[in-house]
């Protein structure tokens, strides 16, 4: 009869596990015993400038005014008054006639 055992990778046993960590890590010196000099004084990282919008203009101040992000009107496509556009139009949808030349029917035809 077979054992589990013979299923499993020698790479998943406790003798391999224990081999991999048996190397002695040493502890770094006491502060007492590192030698201190002056010539070289740690240094922050450089900074990096990072993608996309600044955090600083994304949220505005409380009392800081709005800007407008149309210089002009809206005009509506479909009933063409002035306020708003046609997604926020309430009158019915106008729908427009469509002409289409001999010359443009042919053309379609014959690609085909």
């Known amino acids: 009869m077979e054992s589990i055992e ?9 003798t391999t596990y224990m081999r991999a960590y ?9 502060s007492d015993l590192v030698l201190d000099n002056d010539n070289q004084s740690i240094q922050q990282p450089p900074l990096k ?9 994304i949220f505005k101040a409380p009392g800081e005014a709005k800007v407008r992000s149309r ?12 306020g708003h556009n046609i997604k926020g139009c309430r009158r019915a949808l106008v729908t427009k006639k469509v002409v289409v030349s001999n010359k443009v029917k042919q053309a379609n035809i014959l690609d085909i």
């Open 22 to 30: 048996n190397n002695k890590i040493t502890p770094l010196p006491g």
């Open 71 to 82: 210089s002009s009107t809206v005009r509506c496509s479909n009933c063409q008054q002035f």
């Open 6 to 14: 013979d299923y499993v990778d020698a790479y998943f046993t406790t």
């Open 49 to 57: 400038r990072l993608d996309g919008k600044p955090r600083n203009t």
